[in-house]
């Protein structure tokens, strides 16, 4: 399975844009990467994921370098609410619905 | 549209016991994956279902199955419960294969062996 990277926390300031990395450097061609994240007592709440082009919802946006070897899932106006542990996760198409689920980041918005 | 569903939210067995967790996927999702989270393994892929097949399988001993009805609800079973099996049990479901990995987690089940 392949292997993803992440800080273990981080804190921001509400109002303030969140930046969350997330390195992959061993990505295959066609792995997409998936982030979701967990509040705490709650189930993982699917984000946003993409291939190789940059992507947005209403929630994220989501950055992938050109090499594919890192990205960044970036909240745009974080929240209290945004508190959570947040997971970057390689999909690859043909594996079924298995996620393997990191450590993560923990995010903690302070005002 | 309601979420995903599970029953129980708690539960409390003994060592020995077997329980069976039920879930229900959101309505024309067909796919239900199960995941067990515990704080020293964190989340861990346990099976997935699709169209009443099992189609993926995580390492877990074989006390661990399921099982997916023709209304694509699903149905976990641990039998001969041990105490590291305390955890909490989440389910997903997603709407069709090809979107597979965008999935919606209810609740989760708390199980406490004791």
């Known amino acids: 399975d392949a292997k993803t990277t992440q800080p273990t926390s981080m804190d921001c300031a509400e109002g303030r844009a969140a930046n969350l990395p997330c390195n992959h450097s061993?990505?295959?061609?066609?792995?997409?990467v998936y982030w979701y994240r967990q509040i705490h007592s709650q189930g993982p709440q699917y984000i946003i994921h993409g291939l190789k082009n940059n992507e947005t919802n209403e929630m994220a946006s989501l950055i992938i370098t050109e090499d594919r070897k890192s990205s960044t899932l970036i909240l745009p106006h974080a929240t209290l609410r945004d508190t959570a542990v947040y997971y970057c996760i390689l999909a690859r198409g043909g594996q079924g619905g298995k996620l393997i689920f990191g450590q993560g980041t923990e995010l903690s918005v302070k005002p | 549209k309601a979420g995903v569903t599970q029953t129980p939210r708690y539960l409390i067995k003994t060592r020995g016991q077997q329980v069976t967790l039920s879930c229900s996927p959101i309505?024309?999702?067909?796919?239900v994956s199960w995941y067990q989270q515990t704080p020293g393994q964190g989340l861990q892929f346990l099976f997935e279902?699709?169209?009443?097949?099992?189609?993926n399988k995580g390492n877990f001993p074989g006390r661990f199955s399921g099982r997916q009805f023709s209304n694509s609800r699903s149905e976990m079973n641990v039998s001969t419960l041990e105490l590291g099996d305390s955890a909490l049990y989440l389910c997903?479901?997603?709407?069709?294969?090809?979107?597979?990995?965008?999935?919606?987690f209810g609740p989760g089940t708390r199980l406490t062996v004791t």
């Open positions: 309505s024309g999702h067909r796919s």
């Open positions: 061993t990505i295959s061609g066609n792995e997409y």
């Open positions: 279902y699709f169209s009443e097949t099992q189609r």
């Open positions: 997903a479901s997603s709407l069709e294969p090809t979107t597979s990995f965008e999935q919606y």
